[in-house]
T-cell receptor, first 115, second 118 residues
Framework: KNQVEQSPQSLIILEGKNCTLQ??????????LRWYKQDTGRGPVSLTI?????NTKSNGRYTATLDADTKQSSLHITASQLSDSASYIC??????????????FGAGTRLAVHP | EAQVTQNPRYLITVTGKKLTVTCSQN?????MSWYRQDPGLGLRQIYY???????DKGDVPEGYKVSRKEKRNFPLILESPSPNQTSLYFC?????????????????FGPGTRLTVL
């Protein structure tokens, strides 16, 4: 069964600190992996996207890594800001016949950055 | 501005009263999809559409209907809403859902519709 599991479920850090969020997946066949940021009450917004051949991708203070062998990804946030408070969702694309890319969503990690 | 819009943003209704949530995108995207989001669960796909007049069931289609008569619009219809359909609903679109180019299937989400069925 295709699954995406994220940890921790929630996290509280102080402003200025770094943090790392984890994503483990059992999705086959693997197509790509995305990290989304979802502010409370709003739609998710894409942060990074990686294919099988990519093992790191950065977007400002956000750096995502991918280990396709162990089927793990992480999202590292550097020098956190209050505006980083949000849910972070790991989404894995499963590529099926005909090229259709079905997305499997993780439940998300809720991050709170405190002053 | 490129965007996905949903209406209404908030809706409180009663069991059995038919309702429609509209979704529109101005990016000429082929692929559109509806999701529901419930506390503690990830986004779950209700229905999706690969193109005009092409729709298919997602993971949780029971109790919902969709149509895709125009490329830009993808309404979600609840013929007889029930309390277990109380949820936060998101519409999303992408250029395509084909896996050969990941940039083509990045999904853009609408702002969400919070539905309460009493």
């Amino acid at each position: 069964k295709n699954q995406v599991e994220q940890s921790p479920q929630s996290l509280i850090i102080l402003e200025g600190k770094n943090c790392t969020l984890q994503c483990n997946y059992t999705v086959s066949p693997f197509s790509n992996l995305r990290w989304y940021k979802q502010d409370t009450g709003r739609g998710p917004v894409s942060l990074t996207i990686m294919t099988f051949s990519e093992n790191t991708k950065s977007n400002g203070r956000y750096t995502a890594t991918l280990d396709a062998d162990t089927k793990q990804s992480s999202l590292h946030i550097t020098a956190s800001q209050l505006s980083d408070s949000a849910s972070y969702i790991c989404v894995v694309g499963a590529g099926f016949s005909g090229g259709y890319n079905k997305l499997i969503f993780g439940a998300g990690t809720r991050l709170a950055v405190h002053p | 501005e490129a965007q996905v819009t949903q209406n209404p943003r908030y809706l409180i209704t009663v069991t059995g009263k038919k309702l429609t949530v509209t979704c529109s995108q101005n990016m000429n995207h082929e692929y559109m999809s509806w999701y529901r989001q419930d506390p503690g669960l990830g986004l779950r796909q209700i229905y999706y559409s690969m193109n005009v007049e092409v729709t298919d069931k997602g993971d949780v289609p029971e109790g919902y209907k969709v149509s895709r008569k125009e490329k830009r619009n993808f309404p979600l219809i609840l013929e007889s809403p029930s309390p277990n359909q109380t949820s936060l609903y998101f519409c999303a679109s992408s250029l395509s859902a084909r896996s050969f180019d990941s940039s083509y299937n990045e999904q853009f989400f609408g702002p969400g519709t919070r539905l309460t069925v009493l």
